[in-house]
Structures are given as structure tokens and as C-alpha cells.
């Protein structure tokens, strides 16, 4: 079996992967293929653990600990992102696979490979936050657009009315021509809008380590450069500059852009939409609080249901099909997190979304 093993040697010695062999026993690496000892910039007989976990991100240091503390004899952990220094002072990012093995002889062995994904991280973070940006600008144009073509819908329904009594049949063709055109437009653009969520949502879950903050920034800068034209004010108000959570970043952040989206309906011009992120315990808290007309009393049992009852045409015309807050709920359970919300009649209303955060350096992990 050994000299069948040693068959596999000349293919690890080329890998462009880093491959290792950990004895924890004694405390020492027992095997690093070139591409690992050229990466680190070390050789194994004098490299001490200690030094290469240095290298580690410091945000990311517990969460590898963490993986770590997890594995038992025979376990196979894959998939494990992070972010490390090495001696050119760049900052990579790695994916790590690691095995834990006991046997005799050799104590306990703790085996795998890391491979450097950073232009992959880099090309998918930047597609992520291209998307975002995506999804806030439609909402902003659909905000711009839909006011517009409401006002031209009522204005048409009150020419509508006060020409009756003129006769006169083919003005009152070209005014029901212009109140149905603006009409169609209107649904036109939030069943455009409508579709990009739902799509969203219908792709499986893949989830991942994510600066929240991080995440969101961008995102929220898209209304910030807009909030003049908008006629109302956003805050990003962050605890910290690194809160994080494991998440699905692409549908979770659909869930913050829809209820900023909510906020926008419901908020008269010259009111504020605030985006809150803090920690509390083993929690990660958002909140969304706007200033507008609030929710009614009534319509508070069943806002979360499919078609709910409680749908309401936006300040500015802005029709609802009653689907959002109902799956806007189920991702947030995909996510094993909490939503609610506090709301008064024209005092306003904020969401809350409660998520179990994932470790940062403030955690204290136990030792093994």
C-alpha cells in the first residue's frame, strides 16, 4: 500500500495546490509540496505553526481556529475560506480542505490542501456587488417612474371626469387612452421588478462567510447618490466596520433591497429610511426603520402571509401583489434567522432581522 501511496508523490510535488501533512503529536510538519513551501516562503523542518497561523487574517484567525475544534478523527472538512498574508505582504484568499486522522505510531496527523481562489473571490464579490448596485438603481428608477406616471394616471381620471359633460367622444377616447397607457406602465415596471426578486429567490441556497458591512455599503451608496432626486434621506449606520454572518449574500441582500424598497413606498418626501447592523451576543441584529405612514393595526397578523390582505398601493402609486413580505420571511428562515416588525399609523415602521453571526476576533474559542 505504501509504495502504491508514493505513486500519488510526483503528482503533489507539481500541484500548483498546496498540499501538507501536520503531525500534531509532535508538533511539526512531516510534509509540504513545493507549491506550499514557495508560497509561504518557509521550509518545512523549520516552520512552526505558530508562525504560519500568524499569517492569517486577524478577522479570520477564530473562524479557522473554530473549523479546526469542529473536526473529529476521520472528518473530512472542505470548503474553508479565508484570507492570509504570506511574505510579499499581498493579501490572498484560500480554500482549505483538511482530514483529522489517528493511528498508531504516528499519533494524531492532520492532512489536506488549501488552493488560492483570490481572482475567483475578487471576479464573484464584483459580479455580487455590480448586482446590487442592479437591483438599487431599479428600484430608484421604478420610484422615479412610477410617481410620475401616477400622477398622470389621477390627473387623467380627474380630466376624465370634469369632460363629461363636454360630449365630446374622442376626447374622452384620448383621455382613457392616456389613463390606460400610464396604468399598464406602472404594472409594466413592478412586474419587472417583481420578477428579479422572484427569480432570486427560486435559486438554491449557497451560503458563505460575509462582512455584512462590507456587504451593504455599496449597495446603499446607489440611494445615497440618489437621495436628492428621491426627495428622502438614507443612513447607514453600521455598529462596526466588520460584523459577520453566514449567509447567501445575493438573496439575502435582495431581502434588505426590497424592504428599503417597502420603505421608499410608504415614506412621504422629506422622510428618512435608516439601515441599522449591530451585535448582540451570539446575534447579528438588522434593522430597516423609515418614517413614513406606518402599518395598520389590522393588516399586522398576516403581513407575512402569501397574498396577504394587507398589501397597499404605494404613496405615488406603486401597486403590490401581496408576495414580497411572505418571501422576504421564507429567505430570512432559509437563513435559520428571525424577522418582525414595529409599526405605528403615521409614525412610522421598522423591520428587524435576526441572524446568528459568525465568529470574528472578538469570539473566545475553547482550547483542544
Not at 410620475?148 to 380627474?158: A, C, E, K, N, R
Not at 429567490?201 to 449557497?206: F, H, P, S, Y
Amino acid at each position: 500500500m505504501k509504495n502504491k501511496l508514493s505513486l500519488l508523490l510526483p503528482l503533489l510535488e507539481r500541484d500548483q495546490r498546496f498540499y501538507f501533512a501536520f503531525n500534531i503529536t509532535s508538533n511539526e510538519f512531516e510534509y509540504l509540496n513545493p507549491s506550499c513551501t514557495s508560497f509561504f516562503g518557509f521550509d518545512k523542518k523549520e516552520q512552526k505553526p505558530e508562525e504560519l497561523f500568524a499569517m492569517v487574517h486577524p478577522d479570520d484567525r477564530n473562524f479557522l481556529l473554530a473549523r479546526y475544534v469542529e473536526l473529529t478523527p476521520g472528518q473530512f472538512k472542505e470548503d474553508i475560506v479565508f484570507r492570509i498574508t504570506p511574505p510579499d505582504q499581498k493579501e490572498y484568499t484560500l480554500r482549505l480542505h483538511m482530514l483529522l486522522e489517528e493511528a498508531e505510531g504516528t499519533g494524531r496527523m492532520l492532512t489536506g490542501y488549501a488552493e488560492d481562489i483570490t481572482a475567483l473571490t475578487l471576479h464573484d464579490q464584483t459580479a455580487k456587488d455590480l448586482s446590487n448596485k442592479k437591483n438599487a438603481i431599479l428600484n430608484i428608477l421604478s420610484h422615479d417612474l412610477t410617481g410620475p406616471l401616477g400622477s398622470i394616471q389621477h390627473l387623467t381620471y380627474v380630466l376624465n371626469k370634469k369632460t363629461k359633460s363636454h360630449n365630446d367622444e374622442q376626447l374622452q377616447t384620448i383621455i382613457s387612452s392616456i389613463e390606460n397607457i400610464s396604468k399598464r406602465s406602472i404594472q409594466m415596471i413592478q412586474d419587472f421588478i417583481k420578477l428579479e426578486f422572484l427569480e432570486s429567490a427560486g435559486v438554491d441556497l449557497i451560503k458563505s462567510r460575509v462582512n455584512l458591512v462590507e456587504a451593504i455599503q455599496p449597495f446603499i451608496s446607489e440611494y445615497l447618490v440618489s437621495q436628492n432626486r428621491i426627495n428622502k434621506a438614507f443612513l447607514f449606520e453600521p455598529a462596526s466596520s466588520h460584523i459577520y454572518v453566514d449567509v447567501d449574500q445575493e438573496k439575502f441582500m435582495q431581502v434588505i433591497n426590497n424592504l428599503i424598497s417597502n420603505a421608499i413606498k410608504f415614506t412621504p418626501d422629506g422622510g428618512t429610511i435608516a439601515i441599522r447592523v449591530t451585535e448582540e451576543n451570539e446575534k447579528v441584529l438588522i434593522s430597516i426603520s423609515d418614517t413614513g405612514i406606518g402599518i395598520p393595526e389590522k393588516f399586522h397578523p398576516t403581513l407575512f402571509e402569501k397574498f396577504s390582505s394587507a398589501r397597499r398601493t404605494g404613496l405615488k402609486g406603486e401597486p403590490s401583489v401581496g408576495l414580497g413580505m411572505s418571501i422576504i420571511k421564507t429567505i430570512v428562515e432559509w437563513h435559520k434567522g428571525k424577522i418582525w416588525f414595529e409599526s405605528q399609523e403615521n409614525a412610522g415602521t421598522t423591520f428587524y432581522i435576526a441572524l446568528d453571526r459568525s465568529l470574528t476576533t472578538s469570539t473566545v474559542l475553547p482550547g483542544k
